[in-house]
């Protein structure tokens, strides 16, 4: 019986892996081909661009696995450190000379050649740290610590700006309230007023509110705060079912911006064609499937709960960003995970995938 789980459970885990490191390939290709056009016109190189692509796979991979081989436990007693240090960095990154400031918004440290994000971190050290207390407070005592450091994460994370962040770590922050049993009244009533806060925040400004409705007519603001929409939308069209081919299309040439980043669905559409799209989108929901699974098998309380958090933390920013890609939401500027480029979420994601690894190998737990 014990060998029969055990088989299951590397059945299980494999399935994860290989869904990872397929992911993970083909956001390679995917940066490579929507960016190298834009690398060569500034002057550098193809080789430049995969390496660094592949320094960020390869500090991935070393988090991962250090955090597969990490005991849980020792993770939740280090979740307070982390956080503190997520949320001090966010505190740092809007320091003027300290933070760097692209397109008006102050989201990164540089160190060396590299930049450092960290609303990715802090999103991270929210889980871990909220499965650490959801296993050690009762619903009656843990409302006002997860509202309080999910008000603070968003609210630093907002001033950046990055409204796509705030809502993933408002979610998490929900999920938190959800999984340790708070009354769906109450969180129903937490949640209006969230939306509603958020609303307000979001609409305080005349471009932010032009920017995040431009959606619902783009092609009136094809040329300004709907460009991106709309260049992704043809993106798509250009594309069709089998796609114009690797590298071959108009998004590769710079008429999409951030093609690599927030629009590589789009690019993938267009490079893949629709087949392609659905592939990718397919093999990231079989994969947010399979951690909520898991998070359903474990014994642990404090495993199922971060597994849960992970879990919403990986759908939100999905359904955010393929949502946006494809015209039925607001852009909110968040990467689609594991194929985004992006060092900084690529290293968080995978310290996540490497934490659940880590628990299905050690529960024993496997596909049925």
Do not use: C
């Not at 960095?89 to 400031?101: H, R």
């Not at 008000?151 to 700006?161: K, Q, Y």
């Not at 310290?351 to 690894?357: E, I, K, N, R, Y």
């Amino acid at each position: 019986m014990i060998q029969a789980n055990r088989l299951r459970a590397v059945n299980w885990v494999r399935v994860g892996h290989w869904l990872v490191v397929s992911l993970m390939t083909v956001g390679v290709i995917m940066d490579v081909a929507a960016s190298y056009i834009g690398q060569l016109g500034s002057g550098g190189t193809v080789v430049s661009l995969v390496s660094h692509e592949l320094l960020w796979v390869f500090v991935g991979g070393l988090v991962f696995f250090t955090f597969r081989a990490i005991d849980f436990r020792r993770l939740l007693q280090l979740s307070r450190l982390m956080l503190l240090g997520a949320l001090g960095m966010l505190v740092m990154v809007l320091i003027p000379g300290v933070g760097v400031s692209v397109g008006g918004a102050s989201r990164w440290f540089q160190a060396g050649f590299i930049q450092v994000q960290p609303s990715e971190l802090i999103k991270l050290a929210l889980v871990l740290f909220f499965a650490r207390l959801v296993t050690q407070r009762n619903q009656a005592t843990i409302i006002a610590p997860v509202l309080l450091l999910t008000a603070i994460s968003a609210g630093l994370v907002l001033i950046e700006p990055d409204m796509g962040t705030a809502i993933v770590v408002s979610a998490i922050g929900m999920a938190s309230l959800f999984v340790a049993q708070v009354p769906l009244r109450k969180l129903a009533v937490l949640g209006v007023v969230g939306a509603g806060l958020g609303t307000a925040a979001a609409f305080s400004s005349a471009y932010r509110r032009l920017r995040l409705l431009s959606f619902l007519n783009p092609w009136r603001y094809r040329s300004d705060f709907a460009y991106q929409e709309v260049q992704a939308l043809n993106a798509f069209a250009s594309g069709r079912v089998a796609g114009t081919g690797l590298g071959s299309g108009l998004a590769n040439w710079g008429y999409l911006p951030n093609a690599q980043t927030d629009f590589i669905l789009a690019v993938i559409g267009q490079d893949l064609g629709l087949i392609g799209a659905v592939v990718v989108v397919l093999a990231l929901a079989s994969l947010i499937w399979l951690i909520f699974q898991l998070s359903v098998r474990v014994e642990g309380e404090g495993e199922k709960v971060f597994l849960f958090l992970f879990a919403t933390w990986i759908l939100t920013q999905t359904f955010l960003n393929v949502g946006a890609v494809i015209g039925l939401l607001p852009v909110t500027g968040v990467p689609l995970p594991l194929i985004s480029a992006g060092g900084s979420s690529t290293v968080a994601t995978l310290a996540g995938f490497g934490v659940a690894s880590g628990i299905a190998r050690r529960a024993g737990i496997g596909r049925r």
